[in-house]
Structures are given as C-alpha cells and as structure tokens.
C-alpha cells in the first residue's frame, strides 16, 4: 500500500495485462483513480469493472494504440477533462523481438521505436505542460535492464530501451525545477506474455525462466515508488550489479560471458 496515492490520478499505458495490469490493481488497492490505456478495450473494461466493484475508486478507460500520435493529445485533453488534473503517468507501454540484427526486419526495428520510445515520448510530452504548471506530477517510464546491458539478439530492443534511459534522464532534470519527479524502471525478464512476441522459439524463457519476475511484485515495487524521489527502480538488485560492472569492464563482460548471452 502507497499511502501516497490515495485520492491521486495515475495514468497507465498498456494497461490491459502484464505488469501495466498488475500496476493499475496496485494503484486501486492503495485507493488511487484510474486513467487505462491499452489497444485491447475488451482487456480494459473488463478491468475497469474489477476495480471499480472491489476498490470503488474511480477508472476510465480510453482505447489508443501510442503509435496514433495525432490522437495522443485528444485523448490526455479528455482524460483531463475527466478527472480534473494527473499526479503520475506511467509510460509502461512496449515489446520487443529477439532476433540478431541482421535477422530482425526493418519494419520490426520501426515498430519497436515506434512504441517503446516514440509513443513514450508523445505521451510524456502531453502531461508535462500541465504537471509543471500544477507544480507537482510524477513521470514513471518502464524502461529495460537491456538498456543499460545490451546483449546478443536484442540489438533493436535494446536501442530503444537505451533511448528511454537518455530521454527519461534529460527530462528528469528538466522538470525537476517544476517540482516534477521523473524515474525510470528498469527491470529484468518478467514472467508475462512478452515473450510470446520476443521470443518466439521457446528457447530464452527455457533458459532464464528461474530468473523471471513476478508481474505482482514487480507492479508493487514500481506503485511503491510513486511520488518518492527515487532516480531508477532496479530489479533485481543482482542483475542491475551486472550492468554497473559491464559500464566499468565492458571488453571482460563481454568476453566472460559471450556463451551465455546467446542463449536467448
């Protein structure tokens, strides 16, 4: 429970499952409202009708896939139209494809930065004005490990994950003097149905599946972070270790584990 959210309005993209579902139930649970995003609207309404029957707190639901930018502004303008004002927006929206870089197609490469850093950006870009004119607003991007550790197979994913990271540090210390909070999340392999898009063979979840991260705990960690001053969410701890010591050996990471990296 987030004492801080209580009464507060997040806005969360890619609501309809995974941790973005996970997050918005985090939310409800700590007595915050609800602005859902999501392509799925089937996925959303039938959320929205979980939450409002067992939190009775107020969630709205707004069909956008975050690559139709020109519809990005009227859609923030009803939101805002709904509620009055957003205190937190978590830009949890993305995928990936693991495949080798000359393997993966152009148009996956667009679509994945079309999503994961375009989207990300319009959105944020929407909620900023407001957020520094009301003095106070918390910005939450779902960024990746993969951004600070790039590795085999994920060559496109990683780039727009590592673009997230340059962005959301930028904009941290822009908004920062408006009273805005901005974090980036970072968190390894999570057990949900990204993989069935990123890794389509099987053969990376067989390999890391008992590293995976709970959804639930995940959302938690991330909910618990809303409105507190932190600078990135890690998860896990060891494997964040990984990517401090990659930026101080990189030629000795590379070479000590370049067997495991493939395994994806």
Same mark, same amino acid.
């Given at each position: 429970? @987030?004492? !801080?959210?209580?009464?507060? #309005?997040?806005?969360? #993209?890619? %609501?309809?499952?995974?941790i973005g579902e996970q997050m918005a139930i985090k939310v409800a649970e700590s007595g915050g409202n609800l602005a859902l995003i999501a392509r799925r609207v089937h996925l959303l309404q039938a959320l929205k009708e979980k939450l409002t029957t067992e939190y009775k707190c107020k969630v709205e639901v707004y069909p956008l896939n975050v690559t139709d930018y020109e519809q990005i502004p009227s859609v923030f303008h009803t939101i805002l139209e709904d509620f009055g004002t957003i205190h937190a927006l978590i830009n949890n929206a993305g995928y990936g494809i693991f495949q080798e870089a000359h393997e993966v197609t152009f148009q996956d490469v667009k679509g994945m930065m079309d999503v994961n850093v375009l989207g990300l950006m319009a959105c944020t870009g929407e909620v900023l004005p407001h957020m520094r004119e009301q003095g106070f607003g918390h910005i939450m991007n779902i960024a990746s490990q993969a951004g600070k550790f790039a590795t085999p197979k994920s060559s496109a994913y990683s780039a727009s994950k590592h673009a997230v990271l340059g962005y959301t540090n930028s904009v941290r210390m822009e908004a920062k !003097?408006? *009273?805005?909070?901005? #974090? %980036?999340? @970072?968190?390894?392999?999570?057990? #949900?149905d990204f993989f069935s898009i990123a890794d389509e063979s099987g053969n990376y979840v067989k390999n890391v /599946?008992?590293?995976? $991260?709970?959804?639930?705990?995940?959302?938690?960690?991330?909910?618990?972070? $809303?409105?507190?001053?932190? !600078? /990135?969410? @890690?998860?896990? !701890?060891?494997? @964040?270790? *990984?990517?401090?010591?990659?930026q101080l050996f990189p030629s000795f990471v590379e070479k000590a584990g370049n067997n495991l990296f493939f395994k994806k």
């Amino acid at each position: 429970m @987030n004492s !801080r959210i209580k009464g507060k #309005t997040i806005v969360i #993209t890619g %609501a309809s499952g995974g941790i973005g579902e996970q997050m918005a139930i985090k939310v409800a649970e700590s007595g915050g409202n609800l602005a859902l995003i999501a392509r799925r609207v089937h996925l959303l309404q039938a959320l929205k009708e979980k939450l409002t029957t067992e939190y009775k707190c107020k969630v709205e639901v707004y069909p956008l896939n975050v690559t139709d930018y020109e519809q990005i502004p009227s859609v923030f303008h009803t939101i805002l139209e709904d509620f009055g004002t957003i205190h937190a927006l978590i830009n949890n929206a993305g995928y990936g494809i693991f495949q080798e870089a000359h393997e993966v197609t152009f148009q996956d490469v667009k679509g994945m930065m079309d999503v994961n850093v375009l989207g990300l950006m319009a959105c944020t870009g929407e909620v900023l004005p407001h957020m520094r004119e009301q003095g106070f607003g918390h910005i939450m991007n779902i960024a990746s490990q993969a951004g600070k550790f790039a590795t085999p197979k994920s060559s496109a994913y990683s780039a727009s994950k590592h673009a997230v990271l340059g962005y959301t540090n930028s904009v941290r210390m822009e908004a920062k !003097r408006y *009273g805005v909070k901005v #974090t %980036a999340v @970072n968190p390894g392999p999570i057990a #949900t149905d990204f993989f069935s898009i990123a890794d389509e063979s099987g053969n990376y979840v067989k390999n890391v /599946e008992k590293f995976m $991260l709970d959804p639930a705990y995940v959302a938690d960690t991330v909910v618990n972070g $809303l409105f507190t001053n932190k !600078r /990135e969410i @890690n998860l896990p !701890r060891w494997m @964040n270790m *990984g990517s401090k010591i990659y930026q101080l050996f990189p030629s000795f990471v590379e070479k000590a584990g370049n067997n495991l990296f493939f395994k994806k």
